[in-house]
């Protein structure tokens, strides 16, 4: 039995200014670092020792990673197939700048069940899926029966739950997942279970903050 708990970066700036990033470098805002730090203490405080830590090579999951890896004395293992879906085109744009300017692109990507859907330059929908549903493959299988932390990002999370999950794939985009949240899937051979969806419980007042649209997913 593997233990997954999967992390949602903390607040980067293009979450703070609603807007679309993707593979974009885009850092942590005060509160994502904070929110980084708590993540840290709560994973220390894990009842069960934590043996490894995969992380997106984006900077702000990395970002969120440092804090985690300096805790828990663990050496972050980078894998591209962690990254958040790529929005080509779409990066840097607010959703209403998305809606307004690419308005037929738009209308195709409010459609959650056409996973042939593509962001123009960027990735589609059903090879994102794929992508890190071979990245999550790899680091069970590397890592059998141990407690593992994942960082990555919104849109890459939901992607992993509808493989680790897939009786509710239909159901992928209404995972409500928080900046700095932690989602844990215990992966068994009888099967997968979500003990927990969007854990923020040690998030305080100074760690949490009211999400977007936007930020929800990347």
Do not use: K
């Amino acid at each position: 039995m593997t233990d997954l708990l999967l992390v949602r970066h903390g607040q980067a700036s293009h979450n703070q200014a609603g807007r679309w990033e993707g593979w974009g470098a885009s850092p942590l805002t005060p509160l994502g670092e904070l929110q980084a730090e708590a993540l840290a203490g709560w994973l220390a405080a894990w009842p069960s020792t934590i043996d490894r830590l995969y992380v997106s090579p984006l900077l702000r999951a990395r970002q969120t990673a440092e804090p985690i890896a300096r805790t828990l004395g663990l050496a972050p293992r980078l894998h591209e197939g962690l990254r958040e879906i790529s929005f080509g085109q779409v990066s840097g744009l607010t959703q209403e700048t998305f809606r307004q300017t690419m308005p037929e692109v738009y209308a195709r990507w409010q459609d959650r069940r056409n996973l042939t859907f593509q962001f123009p330059e960027g990735e589609q929908r059903l090879a994102f899926f794929q992508r890190v549903g071979r990245a999550l493959a790899e680091i069970i299988e590397d890592s059998g029966g141990q407690q593992v932390v994942v960082v990555s990002h919104g849109g890459a999370i939901r992607a992993g739950l509808a493989y680790l999950l897939p009786e509710t794939m239909q159901n992928w985009w209404g995972y409500a997942l928080a900046n700095g949240s932690l989602t844990h899937v215990r992966v068994g051979r009888e099967g997968n279970v979500l003990v927990a969806l969007n854990d923020c419980q040690h998030l305080d007042g100074r760690t949490s903050h009211e999400q977007s649209a936007i930020s929800e997913f990347n």
